[in-house]
């Protein structure tokens, strides 16, 4: 009677094994949280599109010419006007070997204007969240500021480093509904840094409210120096926890001032002067990078000289198309405080590059000198991906090209229909624009796809954009449980994430097997006796 109840005891033992060891690999899959890295290219490594790192988009604002002016009376106070402007975006490498790296490992992104200020940055959405995560951000951030190219590459100050700065405000945030407003109220922000020439790690931690969050990098220099530049590397997105979506009170209360002004530094030219006088260690080509140029639209400016002419100290180049009007006055105005609520136009994710490069570069619409000065675009589908229409390659409808000038007196946009094109804005006044695009869902560029240039009568810029269709999205990886791992795979090495439910299937088989050797050696003992 006693060995029947033992044999029952250990059946038994051996049956709730077999039936806990699937539901105990369901328990382990199921609860674990979202793990690693959440962002795409948190490096911002190669490739870049329009100047920025793969799985990014920019954001910044358009100035509108009257909260955020494009010009300011000579040398009026930067506490009473400051142009704006948008900036301009690009790989932090290569770079001179002999100034601060702007690098941690690899490439960093890189973006920042001369003589104006911005407000600008950019930012990542990510999707397949847990509603309720507890969400870490994190990114490394530099700043460089200079006043004078005497002071941080020439002799008076330090190669390479900030001459008399400004403040260059950095900060991240997390928005924690996934929108990608940069102005929205639902940003959980970081405080603000100003980390000059050297890198700075600043982070900030919010609960996901939905599937979807999305970060952001910000900042805004305070005055119009020469050089306004800001790098960001090594960016971080991690599953901290689960916990309750924070309230609306609780994440206003996240939100940071306006940090205080310090003494304006000298601004040796007006930001949007029509001339440039000439100083020591300028080049033809360093003048048209400094007011967004290309050198053929510089060398257009300025017919007496060529791409071999020797420029001297003192001469004078005319940098616009409106050379002989002065430059435009805004109205004095009170200080302004960075905007907390979304300007009137919401920033496009939008990059603003060069328009017009030379015919050398693949990427390259070379500017033709025509009767008239136009602007002409046109959308391709660039089926080879090498960048330039080829004649197999058709027109795409349904891209907007935005056209708007800097000094928001002029705004125009064009639909493509995919038959029509090119289409030429043969009206546009003398002037420096920005040309944005917005591509429907299913395409991405694989060209520029944002712009910054000067139009001047006599001549005329054609923009060709090359876009792609989408990549099907990844599917998302399931949390059901998968089938027992052969004898291979569990020797093979694992990741610290599988390696719980594979401990668990070979405890539980061990189990199993010295219950059923119990089993046969008290049946063995049963019949010997």
């Known amino acids: 009677m006693h060995r029947s109840i033992l044999r029952m005891s250990v059946l038994i033992l051996i049956s709730t094994l077999v039936l806990a060891m699937p539901i105990g690999l369901v328990t382990a899959r199921s609860a674990r949280l979202q793990s690693g890295e959440l962002l795409v290219n948190p490096g911002f490594e190669e490739p870049f599109s329009a100047g920025v790192a793969n799985g990014w988009q920019p954001w910044y604002i358009t100035p509108d010419g009257v909260n955020y002016p494009t010009s300011c009376p000579m040398n009026s106070n930067p506490d009473v006007c400051k142009p704006y402007g948008v900036p301009s975006y690009g790989a932090a490498q290569p770079q001179d070997s002999r100034v601060p790296p702007r690098s941690i490992s690899g490439n960093a992104q890189k973006w920042g204007a001369f003589y104006y200020v911005y407000i600008g940055g950019v930012y990542q959405q990510v999707s397949g969240l847990t509603p309720g995560a507890r969400l870490n951000f994190s990114a490394y951030t530099q700043a460089f500021n200079c006043s004078d190219d005497r002071g941080c590459f020439g002799g008076v100050g330090q190669l390479g480093y900030s001459y008399e700065p400004g403040l260059n405000s950095l900060r991240v945030g997390i928005d924690p509904t996934g929108g990608t407003n940069p102005f929205s109220s639902n940003i959980v922000w970081s405080s603000y840094a100003n980390p000059l020439d050297a890198y700075v790690q600043q982070s900030v931690e919010a609960v996901a409210q939905s599937d979807k969050a999305t970060v952001f990098v910000w900042s805004a220099p305070q005055y119009p120096q020469k050089h306004l530049e800001t790098y960001v590397d090594s960016a971080s997105l991690v599953v901290t926890g689960q916990g309750p979506a924070p309230t609306a009170a609780a994440t206003q209360g ?31 080509s360093l003048i048209a990078q400094r007011f967004n140029l290309t050198l053929d639209q510089l060398l257009a400016l300025n017919p007496s000289l060529t791409r071999e002419s020797v420029i001297q100290v003192g001469q004078v180049i005319n940098v616009s198309g409106q050379a002989a009007t002065p430059a435009a006055t805004a109205p004095t105005a009170t200080p302004r405080p960075l905007p907390t609520l979304a300007p009137s136009a919401t920033p496009t994710p939008a990059v603003a590059a060069t328009a017009v490069t030379t015919s050398t570069s693949p990427t390259a619409t070379p500017m033709v000198i025509a009767a008239t000065s136009g602007l002409c675009v046109q959308a391709f589908d660039d089926l080879n991906n090498n960048l330039v229409r080829d004649t197999n390659e058709s027109l795409v409808p349904g891209v907007v090209f935005d056209v708007k000038s800097l000094d928001g007196t002029s705004a125009v946009n064009y639909t493509t229909n995919g038959t029509q094109e090119p289409h030429c804005f043969s009206t546009l006044p003398d002037g420096r624009y920005a040309v944005n695009t917005q591509l429907p869902g299913e395409l991405t560029a694989t060209t520029d796809s944002a712009w910054q240039m000067s139009l001047l009568a006599g001549t005329n810029v054609n923009i060709m954009l090359g876009t792609r269709v989408n990549a099907p999205p990844t599917a998302e990886p399931t949390m059901a449980p998968t089938a027992a791992p052969t004898a291979a795979a569990v020797a093979a090495p694992n990741s610290s994430n599988g390696s719980a439910p594979i401990a668990l299937l070979g405890g539980g088989a061990l189990i199993l097997l010295a219950g059923v050797a119990l089993f046969f050696g008290l049946r063995s003992r049963s019949k010997a006796a």
Request: cysteine-free; proline content about 13%; hydrophobic content about 30%.
């Open 254 to 284: 996240t939100q940071p001032t306006q940090p205080a002004g310090t003494a304006a530094p000298t601004v040796t030219i007006s930001p949007n002067a029509a001339t440039y006088t000439v100083v020591t260690g300028d080049t033809l």
